[in-house]
């Protein structure tokens, strides 16, 4: 399949809606993170994010267990899935707001507890620009040779029981679990 993919201010991009894509960042000649969405000239009120690429080759790599909680919530089914990505940075499924979700998080303490919660700042996709994605992602990711070399910080040296990239949050969770 021939997916539109083109070069957009020296960016490769996906178009996954009217005025809507994901595209790589390069900084220095280099793949350095994914934008998503990218905005076109003009549009300044669609928020956006930068997901660095190590966080983004986790979600690649789950995109397995993405694929069966979409096909889940296609049937109809309730699904509300939150997948840590890294740092501050969940990606979300939700039947409840119809739409995926990439979006940074904070830690609340009420009455001692310890509380996930989703800031303003992030972007939503519908489920047909999400599956769209889903369905290209493959294609996409394979225009950047370098993405080969990127692991999920798990899977580095420097990672370990205080990685602050894996357990921001420390008594949340471990980075494998859907919640
Ligand atoms: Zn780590």
């Known amino acids: 399949m021939v997916i539109p993919v083109s070069d957009y201010n020296g960016n490769l991009k996906l178009e996954v809606g009217v005025n809507r894509s994901i ?21 300044t009120k669609e928020p956006s994010v930068e997901i660095p690429l190590q966080r983004w080759v986790r979600w690649v790599k789950l995109e397995s267990g993405i694929r069966d909680q979409i096909q889940d919530l296609l049937r ?65 990711c394979a225009k950047i040779p370098q993405l080969q070399h990127v692991v999920p910080c798990y899977r580095r040296r420097q990672h370990g029981e205080g990685c602050r990239e894996c357990y921001p949050f420390k008594s949340f969770a471990s980075v494998d679990q859907w919640s």
């Open 76 to 140: 109809g089914n309730y699904v509300e899935a939150k997948l840590h990505l890294g740092g501050l940075m969940y990606f979300i499924l939700s039947s409840e707001f119809r739409c995926v979700q990439f979006r940074q998080h904070y830690i609340r303490v009420e009455n001692g507890q310890k509380m996930v919660n989703a800031t303003r700042f992030g972007v939503s996709m519908s489920f047909a620009e999400f599956y769209f994605l889903l369905c290209n992602v493959e294609e996409f």
């Open 23 to 43: 595209s790589f960042v390069f900084r220095n000649n280099t793949p350095d993170s994914i934008h998503a969405i990218r905005r076109d000239p003009g549009n």
